[in-house]
């Protein structure tokens, strides 16, 4: 059985591109919003998302990506900062 969201990614060093595709594959939306921002906040290389095997639309493609990345921003700046999450919203605006 399929498993309902794939991410593909590939671990790539500064000018060594990795030729090995690695995939992550859960039923958990938040797990996989999740996985993303962490790829994100590694620098790892992000090669595709899907939704039940079909690669996701451009559109949303990037919508994912954005919500991810807001939500690694908004962890970065409650690490830094040591604020609450509250604070980091009424602050900064961060939807995370």
Do not use: C, W
């Amino acid at each position: 059985m399929l498993k309902k969201y794939t991410v593909e990614y590939s671990l790539h060093f500064q000018r060594h591109p990795s030729p090995e595709r690695q995939y992550y594959y859960t039923d958990d939306p938040l797990a996989y919003e999740e996985f993303i921002q962490h790829l994100l906040e590694k620098g790892v290389g992000v090669l595709g998302l899907k939704h039940d095997g079909v690669d996701l639309a451009p559109a949303d493609f990037d919508r994912v990506v954005k919500v991810a990345a807001s939500a690694a921003a908004a962890n970065m700046i409650r690490v830094s900062l040591r604020i609450p999450a509250e604070e980091e919203r009424f602050r900064f605006g961060f939807s995370a």
